[in-house]
Nanobody, 125 residues
Framework: QVQLVESGGGLVQAGGSLRLSCAAS????????MGWFRRAPGKEREFVAAIARGSRTHYADSVKGRFTISRDYAKNTVYLEMNSLKPEDTAVYYC???????????????????WGQGTQVSVSS
């Protein structure tokens, strides 16, 4: 069982930056593929970024070049650095984890077994 706790959300003006953190419990963090998803009001949940075992990453086109996903194995934590934020980035952001045996990057929600409670990100214009 893995527990994920997100933090770092808040209210920021357009063009600003935020860094989200996702702290994972358990001793097998290095065996998990991790991802960030978001759900905006009235919209479906969507993929934002993912990182595999190791350092392979993948981003949604809408955030490519602005967001960076990374992981710290010593701290069992995944980060989402968000720069040049836009009002359309406003959403609840969720961290997700799933155990994997390869360095695959998981970019869809269905394979993820564990989810955090979410953290609100609001970007004002």
């Amino acid at each position: 069982q893995v527990q994920l706790v997100e933090s770092g959300g808040g209210l920021v003006q357009a063009g600003g930056s935020l860094r989200l953190s996702c702290a994972a419990s358990g001793r097998t963090f290095s065996s998990y593929a991790m991802g960030w998803f978001r759900r905006a009001p009235g919209k479906e949940r969507e993929f934002v970024a993912a990182i595999a075992r190791g350092s392979r990453t993948h981003y949604a086109d809408s955030v490519k070049g602005r967001f960076t996903i990374s992981r710290d194995y010593a701290k069992n934590t995944v980060y989402l650095e968000m720069n040049s934020l836009k009002p359309e980035d406003t959403a609840v952001y969720y961290c997700a984890a799933t155990p994997v045996y390869t360095t695959v990057v998981v970019t869809t929600a269905a394979p993820y077994d564990y989810w955090g409670q979410g953290t609100q990100v609001s970007v004002s214009s």
